[in-house]
Nanobody, 125 residues
Framework: QVQLVESGGGLVQPGGSLRLSCAASGFTFSTYAMGWYRQAPGKERELVAV????????NYADSVKGRFTISKDNTKNTVYLQMNSLKSEDTAVYYC??????????????????WGQGTQVTVSS
C-alpha cells in the first residue's frame, strides 16, 4: 500500500524558513521523479518543485525559484523541500507526489491514489 506522509509545516512570519519532509513507502521510491505540490484556498493545486529519480536535476515554478530547494534521499525514501524567504502567497497545504520524469511543471504525472494528507504552511505576521 502506497503511503506519502508529509510533515514540517507550521506558522511562520514573512521572510522565515521551513523545511518540509515527505516519507514514502509502498513503491520503489528510487525509480520515481518526485514533486512538491501546493493548494491554497480557492485555488487549483499547483506543482512548485520537481526532482529526478536519482536527484540529479531539479526544476521549479517561477514563483519559488531562488527561494525553495527540493532534495531527495533514496536511502531514507524521503523527499524534502527547504523553503526560505517565505511570503504570504506561499500559504497553502503542501503535498508530495510523483512527477514527470522530464521535469515538466505540470500536475498530470501525479498518481491519484498517492495523495497524502498534506502539511499546512501559513505565512503571516
Amino acid at each position: 500500500q502506497v503511503q506519502l506522509v508529509e510533515s514540517g509545516g507550521g506558522l511562520v512570519q514573512p521572510g522565515g524558513s521551513l523545511r518540509l519532509s515527505c516519507a514514502a513507502s509502498g513503491f520503489t521510491f528510487s525509480t520515481y521523479a518526485m514533486g512538491w505540490y501546493r493548494q491554497a484556498p480557492g485555488k487549483e493545486r499547483e506543482l512548485v518543485a520537481v526532482i529526478t529519480n536519482m536527484g540529479g536535476r531539479r526544476n521549479y515554478a517561477d514563483s519559488v525559484k531562488g527561494r525553495f530547494t527540493i532534495s531527495k534521499d533514496n536511502t531514507k525514501n524521503t523527499v524534502y523541500l527547504q523553503m526560505n524567504s517565505l511570503k504570504s502567497e506561499d500559504t497553502a497545504v503542501y503535498y508530495c507526489n510523483a512527477a514527470c520524469s522530464g521535469l515538466q511543471m505540470i500536475t498530470t504525472c501525479a498518481k491519484e491514489d498517492y495523495w497524502g494528507q498534506g502539511t499546512q504552511v501559513t505565512v503571516s505576521s
